[in-house]
């Protein structure tokens, strides 16, 4: 299958060179020529089947044409070495725990798909060692640097912002060391991906070494997020409430909902969607006005969330071809401020004993005010609540229990490289790394 640019400037590219790519050269976001739209049989047997037998089935769709099959299988079920499943909440509300991976974020399973994509075409082609860039708000590093740790012939850079992630969140790829290297940039969320798209572009620095990133830019990384929008409906099937299902998806840089309205558009028996917003409410305000304004990101507790220009939106806007209206019947949106979410949180916790971090909390309380009689609610819990804990300590009282896997994080030695804003300066750094 060819991938084509949202910018429509570029030439057409394999699913091998998008992903190795990452960004068209005219900074467009590659985006499948078609989406194939799954049959009946699939969905009317769905509860019957495993997570790993629905996501090899949506990955055969989306990669089946370019990657054999026996590989593809292999690099789904590798990938899927964990569960995402849904837990009640509420009557009417599920929240989807996306946080049973390595990382215990949601990003595990794009970055460890991903990954093992990547290293397939490596030892297909005999190309090259690649070198990954990735920008992170918080969850997006630690995801894709440990999926990657220790994979032949790929080095990962993480850019993430000064101060501005949790300290279990840094510790997850700051303490890695072997084939990871961190950077932290004197900057917020919005300038760690601006690095990454700038080095993208520069001629010398391609020439210098293969570049690629694990953002949600990448297709590799978002079109699997939607194995666990299927999964959840078949769960739902299974229990007899999946007629009426509305997703909420907690959205900062938009690849997690735009991975499930892919899914939506091969077929994915989903009523609507909500986009739920911390503060940055660029989404939100699109949706009321019709007019795309990105602005500076605004810092919240909220801080995976913190994006003040979606890379994503390029692609929900392509997909439906510009139209507001169309945009607006099938999906909703939601914003709150710290304050909002904090007493989310807590009466979440104080009603029913879930524990929401404060992603989820938006997600959570977006279905609360927008659900109607009838239909049944998912949002996404997208990580861990002890990945915050200081903060979700706080706001519900309670001592948030860290599990093993990131207290052996949180015992590694911090290794970074500090970064200005300043593309002259990460150009410098990478042309005087050795070629990997």
Not at 112 to 126: K, N, P, S
Not at 189 to 202: G, P, R, T
Not at 304 to 322: C, E, H, Q, T, W
């Given at each position: 299958m060819k991938y084509y640019s949202t910018n429509k400037q570029a030439p057409a590219a394999t699913l091998h060179e998008a992903v190795v790519k990452g960004l068209a050269g005219d900074r467009g976001l590659y985006m499948p020529e078609r989406i194939k739209t799954?049959?009946?049989?699939?969905?009317?047997?769905?509860?019957?089947?495993?997570?790993?037998?629905?996501?090899?089935?949506?990955?055969?769709?989306?990669?089946?044409?370019?990657?054999?099959?026996?590989?593809?299988?292999?690099?789904?079920y590798d990938t899927l070495a964990f569960d995402c499943p849904i837990e009640k909440v509420s009557d009417s509300i599920y929240s989807l725990e996306l946080y049973h991976g390595p990382t215990l974020a949601f990003k595990d399973v794009g970055a460890?798909?991903?990954?093992?994509?990547?290293?397939?075409?490596?030892?297909?082609?005999?190309k090259e060692q690649v070198n990954v860039l990735v920008a992170t708000?918080?969850?997006?590093?630690s995801a894709v640097a440990n999926g990657f740790l220790g994979v032949d012939g790929i080095h990962v850079y993480v850019l993430y912002p000064k101060g501005k992630v949790s300290k279990i969140q840094e510790s997850q790829f700051t303490t890695l060391g072997k084939n990871i290297t961190a950077i932290e940039v004197d900057g917020v969320?919005?300038?760690?991906?601006?690095?990454?798209?700038?080095?993208?572009?520069?001629k010398e620095l391609n020439a210098h070494m293969k570049l690629t990133s694990a953002n949600s830019i990448n297709v590799a990384r978002f079109l699997p997020q939607a194995f666990y929008y299927f999964n959840a409906y078949a769960r739902l099937k299974a229990q007899g409430k999946a007629d009426n299902m509305v997703v909420c998806v907690p959205s900062g840089n938009f690849g997690n909902i735009c991975a499930a309205l892919f899914g939506h558009a091969m077929g994915l028996p989903v009523k609507?969607?909500?986009?739920?917003?911390?503060?940055?409410?660029?989404?939100?305000n699109y949706l009321q006005t019709g007019k795309y304004e990105p602005k500076a990101s605004r810092q919240t507790i909220a801080n995976?969330?913190?994006?003040?220009?979606?890379?994503?939106?390029?692609?929900?806007?392509?997909?439906?071809?510009?139209d507001h209206a169309k945009i607006t019947s099938l999906i909703s949106g939601a914003t709150y401020s710290d304050d909002q979410i904090r007493e989310t949180m807590k009466d979440c916790y104080a009603k029913t004993g879930y524990i929401l971090d404060p992603h989820g909390a938006c997600g959570y309380r977006a279905l609360s005010e927008q659900l109607k009689d009838g239909e049944v609610g998912v949002f996404c819990e997208t990580a861990h609540p002890a990945?915050?804990?200081?903060?979700?300590?706080?706001?519900?009282?309670?001592?948030?229990?860290?599990?093993?896997?990131?207290?052996?994080?949180?015992?590694?030695?911090?290794q970074s490289v500090a970064m200005t804003k300043d593309f002259a300066d990460f150009k410098t750094f990478l042309l005087n790394e050795e070629s990997y």
């Open positions: 799954l049959p009946q049989e699939f969905f009317d047997e769905i509860d019957k089947m495993s997570f790993q037998e629905i996501a090899y089935t949506v990955a055969d769709a989306f990669f089946g044409e370019d990657v054999d099959a026996d590989a593809l299988h292999d690099i789904v460890r798909f991903m990954a093992r994509l990547l290293q397939y075409f490596i030892r297909c082609e005999g708000s918080g969850d997006t590093g969320f919005d300038d760690c991906q601006a690095l990454v798209k700038s080095a993208f572009m520069d609507r969607f909500i986009a739920a917003n911390n503060a940055n409410d660029i989404f939100y995976a969330m913190d994006v003040g220009d979606p890379s994503n939106f390029a692609r929900i806007y392509d997909l439906y071809k510009g990945k915050f804990k200081e903060t979700v300590d706080s706001i519900i009282g309670c001592d948030v229990e860290i599990p093993a896997r990131l207290a052996e994080f949180m015992k590694g030695k911090k």
